[in-house]
């Protein structure tokens, strides 16, 4: 089976490890990952001034070369996600805009595509995971970080549910790891705030670790380079502001799902982790 | 106390066209506030930014940090109870200012480290919510 791919910018640069470990795992289950021969940067963080409709025009022109190749479009950055997603739920809607922006590129776009997440791909065909898995994860207790953009606008992503989600856990479940439930799941980790405030992101995410580790998480698990940056790499800082603080390694979903089905270590990436996962996957045979 | 009301009309419709928000739906309940991982950060919040715009309150609007603490987390717009989407609110206001060519944000300015070590998709967010 082979299904259009849409990567964005970060997976070719500092999430190179959500990347190559989805491609691999993927592969591992008969799935070829086909990446858009031509693409752009889908504008990262949308836009929510409704009178500009340039920042539509990157969405579209990847969504149209999408149609080409399937009419599903696998994309793993939650960014991208969202951004491809909301501007897809929105020309549906505002065909006028849609017909102007059609009118000035040289590719038209039919809205018809759908964007999926892996996550929602990987659960939909849980037994085609289940018969590939060669190392389960039991005994991993993982807390299952969904931040803001997989979830809301919940009437345009249709994720799942915005306050109470559970298919991340399903996936992690599936694996054979425990999901540890813990309320900041779905809080915010101070996103962009990063680059010019950078001490909200660095408490958010200071927050939303102790109190996953207050719940039991070994590691967290997400989706989202820039939550992984805040989450992962900010751990130095919030050392320095906090006497409190303990470490707690940050997983790409796919990283767990690579080791998982038994994927070659090169693959994962687990050397780019600031916090190194490795402890833990010790502690469970992983490694 | 100053009880003349300052509306300026033309403030509220462009806030409502930039947000396709109606400013009236909002009834003041401040949920949006209390949800609001920043909000510490921010000496005007979500609800009273809110509250001033209704009130064609403009200077007391651009002068309000709290939209320039908002990550677009839409955690308030899931959870108001009127359905006012208040982050496209919060970058109305961003957006106002920014085509006045005030952007906030300078490369110059930023840290070195955080430019080598961030990944791209945080920089250009940073720009696009904060500078023209
Ligand atoms: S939650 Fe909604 S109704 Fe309540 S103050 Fe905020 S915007 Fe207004
Ligand atoms: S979208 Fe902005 S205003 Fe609303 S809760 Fe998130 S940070 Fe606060």
Redesign the pocket.
């Known amino acids: 089976m082979k299904i259009p791919y849409y990567p964005g910018c970060t997976l070719y640069t500092k999430a190179k490890p959500l990347n190559d470990s989805l491609h691999a795992s993927f592969r591992q289950l008969g799935v070829e990952l086909n990446e858009l021969a031509h693409w752009y940067c889908c504008g990262t963080t949308f836009t929510l001034a409704r009178d500009n409709r340039m920042s539509l025009i990157a969405p579209v022109r990847i969504l149209a070369k999408a149609q080409e190749e399937g009419d599903q479009l696998i994309v793993p950055c939650s960014v991208c996600y969202n951004t491809l997603k909301r501007a897809n739920y929105i020309l549906k809607e505002d065909t006028e805009t849609l017909d102007i922006i059609n009118e000035h590129l040289e590719e038209s776009y039919n809205v018809k595509e759908e964007v999926v997440h892996p996550i929602e791909f990987l659960v939909k065909n849980e037994q085609l995971v289940k018969d590939n898995i060669k190392k389960n994860l039991a005994g991993m207790k993982l807390g299952c970080y969904y931040g803001c953009l997989l979830l809301r606008p919940q009437e345009e992503l249709q994720f799942d549910d915005p306050e109470s989600p559970s298919i991340f856990e399903n996936l992690v479940r599936l694996l054979g790891a425990t999901p540890v439930d813990f309320p900041l799941k779905v809080e915010c980790c101070g996103s962009y705030l990063v680059v010019n405030s950078p001490d909200a992101a660095v408490e958010a995410s200071y927050k939303l670790l102790r109190n996953a580790r207050g719940n039991g998480a070994e590691a967290l698990v997400t989706s989202c380079p820039l939550c992984h940056y805040n989450l992962d790499a900010l751990q130095a800082k919030m050392k320095q502001a906090h006497s409190d603080f303990q470490e707690l390694p940050v997983f790409y979903f796919s990283q767990l799902l690579a080791i998982a089905l038994g994927v070659e270590e090169n693959y994962v990436g687990l050397e780019q982790n600031k916090v190194s996962p490795k402890t833990v996957l010790k502690e469970h045979n992983l490694l | 106390m100053n009880t003349k009301v300052l509306t300026n009309p033309r403030f509220i419709k462009k806030i409502e066209e930039i947000s396709e928000q109606k400013i009236s739906d909002?009834?003041?309940?401040?949920?949006?506030t209390a949800g609001c991982p920043f909000a510490r950060y921010m000496d005007v919040p979500?609800?009273q930014v809110?509250r001033f715009i209704q009130l064609g309150l403009k200077d007391e609007v651009e002068k309000a940090q709290g939209p320039w603490f908002c990550a677009a987390c839409l955690v308030?717009q899931t959870?108001?109870?009127?359905g006012?989407d208040?982050p496209r609110l919060m970058e109305a206001v961003r957006v106002l200012h920014l085509r006045a060519k005030e952007g906030l944000l300078d490369v110059e300015t930023i840290n070195k480290d955080l430019l080598m070590d961030a990944p791209p998709l945080a920089i250009m967010s940073a720009f696009s919510k904060f500078t023209y």
């Not at chain 2, 909002?26 to 949006?32: A, H, I, P």
């Open positions: 909002c009834y003041q309940c401040g949920r949006c979500p609800s809110i308030c959870r108001c109870p009127r006012v208040i």
